[in-house]
Each structure stands twice: as structure tokens, then as C-alpha cells.
């Protein structure tokens, strides 16, 4: 095959994929749906032969928004540099709340991804992105390593990000580049030094992410910032699911699975964290301020593998929450 040929294949997988989990979702899910789920993301319109990205707002009975078109997105401020706005100027922190934020945010006006002028960016644009390493025990052990006493933390740059539907581009020359499936908890109100009880105020909704690794280099390097920050390393679903602060994710009811090609590969209850949400978003910001907009990738489950051209990846949440899925073909 070509390679024109071989990227259409991957690109008409990707399109058949992304039509069938929408529409699976939205059915198997009516009897749990919540009314009035909010769900942000970003688009890059082309207008008058320039590029821009606008923030987007969608309204669901529960179901995700799915890249395949279909859904009605509302253009809005941006309610998470908004809310940075407001902790900045030093004004009372519950406003600086992107959840109230986005929920009543003005419409400037109507856009459609079938439009064919707009496409999905990623949804959101953090100051930071933060890694856990390690964060389920029987994924530590298959690599080989121990559960940390402690999170282990690293960075991912903001420029690693990918939205959902783009290719993830395998840098050549490395022989071993992986998957990652893992849960994205987004900043809400900016946390700093903020204890375990409060820090389900900070957050403000959640995404799928897949912290692609390139083992070589974390093995050569001994830092992490290579391994985990080529540009596309970080593709995120299209749409961050916004929750109202202080909501509680049960983790005990929400599964994560990736899937290669549509070959189970990883499915995890997201119990299984050694460290969860609270304990991080405390741990994190004893260190460093959180701000809205910046984004934890909480650790993989066991399953990881390597990552071949034309493959396709496809991450996804069940249970108790239903998040946008993720899928990204590989060239
Ligand atoms: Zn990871």
C-alpha cells in the first residue's frame, strides 16, 4: 500500500470507529443519562484564509459529543482563562470557578463540525501538564518496577498535546514507543497547598488521555522530559466532561480500557490507583499552584504495549462516567 492509500485506511478506520462508539454509547447509557451535561472542548475554524481557535461549549443529556458532527457547539469566552483572570486580580476564588463559568457564559454564536472549515484542537490549553508514574500496581510490576512510596511525578510540555481524530506521529529510529490509556482529571479553581478533603472543589471535569512513552529514552535518559514530550505524545479526548466542584468521581464504578485496533488491551477499575485524586491534587499542589486549565495525567493500568504504524488507538470510560472517547491512528 501506498502511503496515501495506507493513511486513507487509517484515517476511514478512525471515521468508522469514532461513529460506532458514539452511537453505542448513546444508546446503552439512556437510563442513567444526566440531564444537561456539559462538555467543553476547542475548534479551528479557517475563515477568510486565516486560521483561529475558538472555545466551544455542548450540551448532552449525558451522552459524549462525538468528532463525527451532529452536535450543535455553542462558541464561548474561554471560561478557564477566565478563571486564571480572576484568581490573578486576587478576587474572590469561588467566582474564578470555570464550571459556573462556562455554564453561563454568553453564546457568541452557532458553529458545526460539519462545517468543513472547523475541526477538533485540544480542549483545553494548561499552563502544565503533570504525570503520575506508576499509579497502579500491576502496571509498576510489569515494567519491572516498585509502587512508589510517594507519587512520582513528571512533566509533560503543553505542546505534546493532541486532539482526538489527529495521527500521533512516531518519531523514527526508537524501538520501543508506547501506549498509555489513562484517566485526565482538569484544574478548576486554582489549588495551591490544598488539603485531600478539599480538593474535589479544584476540579472542574475530566477527559481520556493516552501519555505516550518512548521506553528507549526513558530508559537512557533518566529524566522523563524526552521520553514523554514529543510533540503529539499527549492526545486527549475532544470534549473536557465538566463537573460541578466538589462532585465526587466514584472510581469504584467508572472502567478505563484501551483498545489496539479494537483488540482489548487495558481495562482497569480506576480503584486501582495506588494514589487517587484527592491525594494527588494535595500532593501536587503542596508543590506547585495548580491553575484552571492545567491537566493530571493519573498513571496507566497494566496492558501497555508498543505502538506500530497504522494502527489505531481508542480509549474509552464506562460506568459510572461516561467521558468523550479518545481515538488516534498511528503513522
Ligand atoms: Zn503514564
Known sequence: MGEQAESDAVMSTVKSTV?????????????????????????????????????VRVWTDGAAPGPAGGVTLEWIDDPFQRAR??????????????????????????????????????????????????????????????????PLLFFKPPSCLLASGQAIALPRGYERIDFEGELVVVIGRRARAVQAEDAWTHVAGYLLGDDVSCRDLQRSDGQWTRAKGFDGFGPVSGFVRMTAPGWRLPVDETRLQTFVNDEPRQDASLAAMVFDIPTLIAHISECMTLEPGDLIFTGTPEGVGPLSTGQVVRVVSSGALELAPLVNPVV
Do not use: F, M
Open 85 to 150: 483572570e480572576i484568581a490573578s486580580a486576587g478576587e474572590d476564588p469561588a467566582e474564578a470557578d470555570p464550571w459556573s463559568l462556562a455554564r453561563t457564559a454568553t453564546t457568541h454564536r452557532q458553529v458545526s463540525l460539519e462545517d468543513g472549515d472547523c475541526e477538533l484542537a485540544p480542549p483545553v490549553r494548561p499552563s502544565k501538564i503533570i504525570g503520575v508514574g506508576r499509579n497502579y500496581r500491576a502496571h509498576a510490576a510489569e515494567l519491572g518496577n516498585e509502587v512508589p512510596s510517594a
Open 19 to 55: 461513529k460506532s462508539t458514539v452511537k453505542s454509547t448513546a444508546k446503552g447509557d439512556v437510563k442513567n443519562a444526566l440531564k444537561n451535561t456539559l462538555w467543553i472542548g476547542r475548534v479551528r475554524v479557517r475563515e477568510d484564509g486565516r486560521a483561529r481557535e475558538q472555545v
